[in-house]
Nanobody, 117 residues
Framework: VQLQASGGGLVQAGDSLSLSCAAS????????MGWFRQAPGKEREFVAD????????HYADSVKGRFTISRDNAKNTGYLRMSSLKPEDTAVYYC???????????WGKGTLVTVSS
């Protein structure tokens, strides 16, 4: 499985931005998809995830109500819609697929989101 995140960029505080994560392979729908982020000098942290069927999303408290995770299994693509962005949202954002059966996590290269104040 290969993942490619895209959509990052430089925005101003209060703006919105949408990230995409395109996956290869035929098993996308069986994996939980997650978004994580890593700010400069900090550890990678959980942002949101969504089950393979597209139900039961979970969010970090810091993004709840502002970010929305979704997926389109027909397109093998996941999304993260980010609204009301804050400077503290600045980070490299990574998408992940989790295969719970094989206990394998797949990671894509990140996409940088910079929010200016």
């Amino acid at each position: 499985v290969q993942l490619q995140a895209s959509g990052g960029g430089l925005v101003q505080a209060g703006d919105s931005l949408s990230l995409s994560c395109a996956a290869s392979g035929r098993s996308f729908r069986y994996y939980t998809m997650g978004w994580f982020r890593q700010a400069p000098g900090k550890e990678r942290e959980f942002v949101a995830d969504i089950s393979g069927s597209g139900g039961t999303p979970h969010y970090a408290d810091s993004v709840k109500g502002r970010f929305t995770i979704s997926r389109d299994n027909a397109k093998n693509t996941g999304y993260l819609r980010m609204s009301s962005l804050k400077p503290e949202d600045t980070a490299v954002y990574y998408c992940q697929l989790r295969d719970y059966i094989r206990a394998i996590d797949y990671w894509g290269k990140g996409t940088l989101v910079t929010v200016s104040s």
